[in-house]
């Protein structure tokens, strides 16, 4: 059945491999995925180890639902200490890698150690082999995938790798499996450039016993017409993430120029309907209605012809209006290359406008840059930067290092301008007139993020009877809330809630835009419920499936703490407590954060967590969520 | 008149849903290697096929098979086998010009799509239509209607 996969320790450094099941306790504790890696990081990973070093432990996993008949049943998560923050590092992405390791008999990975020589891990039907991967060190994502598919001489082979950049050690170097999925954030691929770990390739054809066949085939389908029936999928189906940005950008909610402005001038010609005369479709990831993905083709100059997939929101900010461009091929080859490389695109276009507010204030030079002319609108500069950071060359190298360490190499006078939260950059979203999001991005424990707690819902205006019907669920909250998104009363709940929505998800494995993210129609506890009884036969209440999240993220926490994170690395840069936005409609327009209105936001999210004023887990609540006595060392 | 399934690949997003919802309906289980439809995609390309037994007028499954245990149901418009008859001697899957007629590992025996009796579970869960369920007349119907639409646009703007 679905609880029954496995868990395998694998030892780069002595080629030792162990395998193990799962406890049924540690499956009602932490269900599966990004919770119950947490517990194997916290239990695993000795505390101050250099994340860079063989003793840092990297987890992959699929979420307990994964390869079942719940919604996109799809996500592999990715976890390590990162190198690019010191704290938490986790990622997650869709695809097909987690059913299929699913399909293998395993569910988490703990890889330890570091290889003498490059290798790759094949995993086939329960067994492990460690092999050579000499021959593939250096080549990019996409051709390592074809080149162990031929290797291996099997075309369903799905693979997670990484490109040069993560061989590089580039800190925010990511992982990557198919043409498009990407464990995007904290540095993951550079964790196993460290371990001199190319790719991990699985294959398996081991049932998945569900429990209710007929009932789940039915609540799926059920919910399958739910979310089809959403305008939010309909327009998703044809543009993917990028339909956000006319709206955002209208509203003055997106970072230009790094975070001198709020709204882009020629958006139009980043904005979703440009795609068209490149788009050749969409794509889905496993079992998913919603095939966010793009896929397109660069049609003129030097990478014409090349197909790619995407771009998501994200790239239409980081090598778009962020970096103060409004050409969409820039957007499309920085997003192929990023791809290719095996770098994060919101940490490395993030990175690019900062340094080129830096150079447009002469904080730094030509001298610095390699003759590189880092002004806003340059995209060749973009495109030349990519490569450089992924190469680590010249000044690359010095990006190359994300955001703490750079500040570090250039000096004090830059740190003003470097929009980051606990080290790791913020996406091209600005948050001054949207304190819930602010919020979001200040406390999300992986370092500055939208994917770890933003109430994306919140910029919906939505009537308080709906709003209370979310948020006053599956656990009492009688506090007030607030629809206009400006206010700050109310949002440290929604912030909590989404925080659990999205751990829960992140621990079931299945995909975010499923659930309460961008339409409040989606999935909630309830369907997790029933989800997972359908397919399990586990019988995990609502609120129950809360607590689970709960104790997950408390344990983030705790890491985080063990790491020497404090309360004020909850906090916002300086700029958006001192500059208003110069742009936007009116009602956001010459907003910025209130520090008190902020702090007192961030004493409630913490009262609401049980933590107390310095952000600390109280004795109470870790007893509460059985964590008083982690590390336990069960498995 | 029978049904047919039809795959328009141009609407396929490549999600293996079918497979999913296909290997669980026949198999209690998820799993696409006992699934008896599968994608097959050209990556690098972004081109995806969804491919299961095409119901041959004249299937060679059926002409090869020594023991007559694949026979044809004209109510339904498919090709079935009787498992009271197959020896397992595989000389179909040989025979098969599509690879459609597959090995099921766990249970030992040959398989291929019986169309759900009718009520193919693929269809009902193939949200963008890639693969369809409809009267065999009126799939070559629309076709033509398709092929011909650019035609009948110009006739209307030279009208």
Redesign the interface.
Known sequence: MALNRKIAYIDLTTGEIDIKPIPLKLRELYLGGRGLDVYLLYNHLRAGVDALSSENVLLVSAGILV???ASASTRTHVAAKSPLTGFIGSSNMGG?FA?ELR?AGFDHLVIKGKAEKPVYLWINNGKIEIRNAENIWGEGT?NT??AIREELSD?EVQIMCIGPAGEKLVRFANVRT??KNSGGRTGMGAVLGSKNLKAIAVRG??????KY?DK??EY??KI?DRI?STKFCQIM?KWGTMFIYGVTNTTGLVRVNNFQLNQHKFSEDIECESIEKYS??????????I?CRG?YVIRTGSYAGT?S?GPEYTSQGAFGAEVGCRNMETILIGNHLVNDYGLDTLETGSLIAWAMELYENGIITDRDTDGIKLRFGNDNAVIEMIHKIAKREGFGDVLAEGPVRAIGKIGKESERYCIHVKGMSNLHSDERATPSLALGIATASRGSDHLRSRPAIDLYHLPLELLKKIYCQPTPYDGPLSSDYRDYTGKARMVQWQEMCYEAVDCLGVCKYHTIFLSPNLMNFEDFSNFLFYNTGLKIEPEKIWEVADRAYTLERLFNIREGLTRKDDWLPDRYFDEPTPLGLDIVKGKKIDRKKFKKMLDEYYELHGWDENGVPTAEILEKLSLDKEPTHIL | MAKMIVVDH?KC?????CE??CS??N????????ARINVI?W????F?FPMLCQQCQNPACMAVCPKDAISKDDNLGRVVIDYNLCIGCQLCVAACPFGCMSVD??ENRVIKCELCDGDP?CV??C??KAIDYIEADIVTLKKKRAAIEKFSELMKRLA
């Open positions: 390869g079942t008949l097909f059913p399909w996409y995938q074809t075309d198919g043409y054809t081991m049932d998945i016993n569900i066949p789940a085939l799926n389908k399958i089809t189906q050749v479709g969409t794509a889905g990831c496993f079992g998913c209605q095939h896929k197909y997939e | 141009i997003t490549g999600c293996r849903n999913l919802v669980v309906r198999t209690g289980a998820s799993n696409p290697s006992r995609k990556e690098s390309e972004g995806y590992t766990v579970e009902k869960f949200d963008s």
